[in-house]
């Protein structure tokens, strides 16, 4: 099994900027893609960013493009979402997720976290 545990989220202006962390533990995720999605109230859980297990690859959804850079440490089983620039829309709960490939789709994550609000006040 593995766990996973998001932090580093809360309430900033817009044009700030936070820092999200995914600390895994149980199981090593070295090996796993990991993804970050975001929930928005009233709307459908959204694919952000991911990362394969190597961390040389990245996919990021063409609304974060360029402010939002997604990285991991797998020395610390730790992945990272760091967010510049951020908007109004950006506001949402962010999950991160553990699965074999670095995918768009929620489906082919095994494992995810409980989430960490975003709040961005214009």
């Known amino acids: 099994q593995v766990q996973l545990v998001e932090s580093g989220g809360g309430l900033v202006q817009a044009g700030g900027s936070l820092r999200l962390s995914c600390a895994a533990s149980g199981r090593t995720v070295s090996s796993r893609a990991m993804g970050w999605f975001r929930q928005a109230p009233g709307k459908e859980r959204e694919f952000v960013a991911a990362?394969?297990?190597?961390?040389?690859?990245?996919n990021v959804v063409d609304s974060v493009k360029g402010r939002f850079t997604i990285s991991r440490d797998n020395a610390l089983n730790t992945v990272y979402l760091q967010m510049n620039r951020l908007k109004p829309e950006d506001t949402a709960v962010y999950y991160c997720?553990?699965?074999?490939?670095?995918?768009?789709?929620?489906?082919?994550?095994?494992?995810w976290g409980q989430g960490t609000q975003v709040t961005v006040s214009s």
């Open positions: 997720a553990a699965g074999k490939i670095a995918t768009r789709l929620p489906r082919e994550y095994d494992y």
């Open positions: 990362i394969n297990w190597s961390g040389g690859l990245t």
